[in-house]
């Protein structure tokens, strides 16, 4: 058996067994390019009327927001630009609660408490991440057919490889006034090479959160050898006290906005604990993920704490850092915009198609067969 023949059981096999995990993966990714811009247009409480005063002070709407979902805790206030909904996130490990507050930041009135476990892009992002399953179980189990599938692509690119010139000049479109076992044979190989590159790229974004080991390798290959640091929040001085009047979250978010006065983005966690520090971040573009400016400051002295780790100041990341950080923003097509999530969802559409045009394939050609073939091979 031949090098090209040994490829070419195993992109069968392989194929076969990996087709219907790829599909789901790749259809719900098509879903969810667009689920901002989606949301946005059929959630009018995402937005309010623009008013000549500034935003309320982050306790005053976080206690409005309280009244809206007795007994839960804050996990974080999303302030957005003029004319957005503030946001006020309630979230338990565990997920016994996950909501949304949207309030308006000039009044403080809630305007919509939605309750994200019910939410249809977070159920498509489920199975994006998990098949549906418990974390612990489809994690994993995407992350080995992902890597399954980026040895697909890189299989199919040596069987579609032309053996001459003659050959080549077919391999590069579609013949569509042949018979249709051969426009779907052209449609898996021809598209198959054309979205190789995207294909690869979306598969080694997906590895980097799929397994710890690929992150790890990944960020030490484009690091020059250094190890990925993972997130830790720094720790607040818990033996100091508090001498200001007003509220921490208030001074802090006044200090960013003194400093950021037209951010689009600004979010501040409230203390988790009593040694947890007031986690913020501010965003430049809310379209992307990469530019986030990450801080942290003791919630008794206000002192800013550096972190060591790619979530701190954009300023002091490095090429590897601003990589890693890019990694969502790559593999939804955000980096590039608006065109860059068009492109993400035709490229993700037709590697959705690829596992059925490929057991189209593998079906006709095992009908061709003599029944005696099959059996014998069996």
Same mark, same amino acid.
């Given at each position: 058996?031949?090098?090209?023949?040994?490829?070419?059981?195993?992109?069968?096999?392989?194929?076969?067994?990996?087709?219907?995990?790829?599909?789901?993966?790749?259809?719900?990714?098509?879903?969810?390019?667009?689920?901002?811009?989606?949301?946005?247009?059929?959630?009018?409480?995402?937005?309010?009327?623009?008013?000549?005063?500034?935003?309320?002070?982050?306790?005053?709407?976080?206690?409005?927001?309280?009244?809206?979902?007795?007994?839960?805790?804050?996990?974080?206030?999303? *302030?957005?630009?003029?004319?957005?909904?503030?946001?006020? +996130?309630? #979230? &338990?490990?565990?997920? /016994?609660?996950?909501?949304?507050? !949207?309030?308006?930041?000039?009044?403080g009135i809630v305007q919509k408490v939605h309750d994200e476990s019910?939410?249809?892009?977070?159920?498509?992002?489920?199975?994006?991440?998990?098949?549906?399953?418990?974390?612990?179980?489809?994690?994993?189990?995407?992350?080995?057919?992902?890597?399954?599938?980026?040895?697909?692509?890189?299989?199919?690119?040596?069987?579609?490889?032309?053996?001459?010139?003659?050959?080549?000049?077919?391999?590069?479109?579609?013949?569509?006034?042949?018979?249709?076992?051969?426009?779907?044979?052209?449609?898996?190989?021809?598209?198959?090479?054309?979205?190789?590159?995207?294909?690869?790229?979306?598969?080694?974004?997906?590895?980097?959160?799929?397994?710890?080991?690929?992150?790890?390798?990944? *960020?030490?290959?484009?690091?020059?050898?250094?190890?990925? +640091?993972? #997130? &830790?929040?720094?720790? /607040?001085?818990?033996?100091?006290? !508090?001498?200001?009047?007003?509220?921490?979250?208030?001074?802090?978010?006044?200090?960013?906005?003194?400093?950021?006065?037209?951010?689009?983005?600004?979010?501040?966690?409230?203390?988790?604990?009593?040694?947890?520090?007031?986690?913020?971040?501010?965003?430049?573009?809310?379209?992307?993920?990469?530019?986030?400016?990450?801080?942290?400051?003791?919630?008794?002295?206000?002192?800013?704490?550096?972190?060591?780790?790619?979530?701190?100041?954009?300023?002091?990341?490095?090429?590897?850092?601003?990589?890693?950080?890019?990694?969502?923003?790559?593999?939804?097509?955000?980096?590039?915009?608006?065109?860059?999530?068009?492109?993400?969802?035709?490229?993700?559409?037709?590697?959705?198609?690829?596992?059925?045009?490929?057991?189209?394939?593998?079906?006709?050609?095992?009908?061709?067969?003599?029944?005696?073939?099959?059996?014998?091979?069996?």
């Amino acid at each position: 058996m031949t090098f090209k023949q040994i490829i070419g059981k195993l992109h069968l096999w392989l194929g076969l067994s990996s087709g219907l995990v790829v599909f789901i993966v790749a259809i719900t990714g098509c879903i969810y390019a667009f689920q901002e811009e989606i949301q946005d247009l059929t959630q009018p409480y995402r937005f309010v009327k623009v008013q000549n005063k500034a935003f309320l002070p982050p306790t005053e709407l976080i206690a409005n927001a309280d009244k809206a979902v007795p007994g839960e805790k804050a996990h974080a206030i999303q *302030y957005y630009g003029p004319g957005r909904a503030t946001k006020v +996130i309630y #979230y &338990e490990t565990g997920e /016994s609660y996950y909501h949304f507050v !949207y309030i308006d930041p000039y009044s403080g009135i809630v305007q919509k408490v939605h309750d994200e476990s019910f939410n249809f892009f977070r159920v498509v992002l489920g199975g994006h991440f998990y098949l549906w399953l418990p974390a612990q179980i489809g994690q994993p189990v995407v992350a080995t057919f992902t890597l399954i599938f980026a040895f697909l692509l890189i299989s199919g690119l040596v069987l579609w490889w032309p053996k001459n010139k003659m050959a080549r000049k077919q391999r590069f479109s579609i013949k569509w006034d042949a018979r249709w076992r051969r426009k779907n044979y052209d449609l898996h190989n021809v598209l198959g090479f054309y979205i190789l590159s995207i294909g690869l790229v979306f598969a080694i974004t997906g590895l980097v959160w799929g397994f710890e080991w690929f992150r790890d390798g990944f *960020y030490a290959a484009t690091s020059g050898g250094e190890a990925f +640091i993972p #997130y &830790e929040a720094p720790l /607040s001085d818990s033996t100091a006290t !508090y001498a200001l009047d007003r509220p921490v979250l208030d001074v802090i978010y006044d200090k960013l906005r003194a400093e950021h006065p037209s951010a689009p983005a600004i979010e501040l966690h409230p203390q988790e604990s009593h040694s947890s520090p007031i986690a913020v971040n501010i965003n430049p573009d809310p379209g992307t993920y990469w530019q986030l400016d990450y801080r942290y400051f003791d919630a008794y002295t206000l002192e800013e704490l550096s972190v060591d780790h790619i979530w701190g100041r954009y300023e002091q990341a490095d090429g590897a850092d601003l990589l890693m950080r890019m990694n969502y923003d790559i593999h939804v097509g955000a980096i590039a915009g608006f065109a860059g999530k068009l492109l993400a969802f035709f490229i993700s559409l037709i590697i959705a198609s690829l596992p059925i045009t490929g057991f189209v394939i593998w079906y006709g050609r095992r009908k061709k067969q003599p029944k005696a073939t099959r059996k014998a091979r069996h």
